[in-house]
């Protein structure tokens, strides 16, 4: 099967940082159920090939290698035995007209395999581009958020009002729309260093291009190792010095 790499990119106002890792653990979680859901038994993406990025302005999640398509499936209910399924006259018993109803079908749509009455349904395979709007929706949807707000005159809610939002199948923007902002492929640089758009010609160019020309490391280890040693060097300047009774200067 083809496969292709995928990006969600939500833009926001800054977020609050103690909130940051565990909204983009959930955020991962609930794309990665929701294609699951679409693949039933199938395998969509390795688990590996799975990353969630997060900084002050941003939530995304990127999978590397995902199936493009959501295979065929068929499923198959056995109902009442085919000898009770009709009276003396021909016409559909009550237990074959309650199987039925169960299956949401008709009794025209049911079938007669060895001895019993079953429903059949057989879903032809479809492009996955056609359900990841949704999906992304209903992901940010369910974020673990204990206090929404809302902004403007809009009456949509979320952690921060929301500024952009980039979904990219490959090189294919995805249709779709979350908090009233249209998919596209343009992310955003940094605040301060480059506050301007920057376009992504393909999901896969994400990372490479947001620290190359936007000044931003989205992953959310490393902008916190890389920062680290810079934190701790600022602090120990920070220190006062002091004049100990029994030593020289110290800080």
């Given at each position: 099967?083809?496969?292709?790499?995928?990006?969600?990119?939500?833009?926001?106002?800054?977020?609050?940082?103690?909130?940051?890792?565990?909204?983009?653990?959930?955020?991962?979680?609930?794309?990665?159920?929701?294609?699951?859901?679409?693949?039933?038994?199938?395998?969509?993406?390795?688990d590996?090939?799975?990353?969630?990025?997060?900084?002050?302005r941003?939530?995304?999640?990127?999978?590397?290698?995902?199936?493009?398509e959501?295979?065929?499936?068929?499923?198959?209910?056995?109902?009442?035995?085919?000898?009770i399924?009709?009276?003396?006259?021909?016409?559909?018993?009550?237990?074959?007209?309650?199987?039925?109803?169960?299956?949401?079908?008709?009794?025209?749509?049911?079938e007669?395999?060895?001895?019993?009455?079953?429903f059949?349904?057989?879903?032809?395979a479809?492009?996955?581009?056609?359900?990841?709007?949704a999906?992304?929706?209903?992901?940010?949807?369910?974020?673990?958020?204990?206090?929404?707000?809302?902004?403007g005159?809009s009456?949509?809610?979320?952690?921060?009002?929301?500024?952009?939002?980039?979904?990219?199948?490959?090189?294919?923007?995805?249709?779709?729309?979350?908090?009233?902002?249209?998919?596209?492929?343009?992310?955003?640089g940094?605040r301060?260093?480059?506050?301007?758009a920057?376009?992504l010609?393909?999901?896969?160019?994400?990372?490479?291009?947001?620290?190359?020309?936007?000044?931003?490391?989205?992953?959310?280890?490393?902008?916190?190792?890389?920062?680290?040693?810079?934190f701790?060097?600022?602090?120990?300047?920070?220190?006062?010095?002091?004049?100990?009774?029994t030593?020289?200067?110290?800080?």
């Amino acid at each position: 099967m083809a496969t292709q790499d995928f990006l969600i990119e939500l833009g926001t106002e800054e977020l609050p940082p103690a909130a940051l890792l565990s909204l983009s653990d959930a955020l991962k979680q609930e794309i990665c159920n929701g294609i699951k859901e679409q693949f039933g038994k199938e395998t969509a993406f390795n688990d590996e090939d799975v990353k969630a990025y997060a900084a002050p302005r941003r939530l995304a999640v990127q999978i590397s290698n995902l199936q493009t398509e959501v295979p065929s499936s068929s499923f198959f209910m056995q109902g009442p035995p085919a000898r009770i399924a009709y009276d003396e006259d021909g016409n559909p018993s009550k237990a074959l007209q309650g199987f039925a109803k169960k299956c949401g079908a008709t009794v025209e749509q049911l079938e007669e395999v060895d001895g019993k009455m079953g429903f059949r349904q057989e879903t032809p395979a479809k492009p996955l581009v056609n359900e990841l709007s949704a999906i992304v929706e209903n992901a940010i949807q369910k974020l673990p958020i204990p206090k929404r707000m809302r902004w403007g005159a809009s009456r949509t809610e979320f952690v921060r009002p929301t500024k952009w939002l980039v979904m990219l199948l490959g090189d294919q923007v995805i249709e779709g729309e979350v908090f009233g902002l249209q998919a596209g492929r343009s992310t955003m640089g940094h605040r301060f260093h480059h506050n301007e758009a920057i376009e992504l010609n393909s999901a896969n160019e994400y990372l490479e291009n947001l620290e190359s020309v936007g000044k931003v490391i989205a992953d959310f280890e490393e902008r916190r190792e890389k920062s680290a040693p810079r934190f701790r060097q600022k602090a120990r300047r920070s220190t006062p010095l002091y004049r100990s009774k029994t030593t020289c200067w110290t800080k």
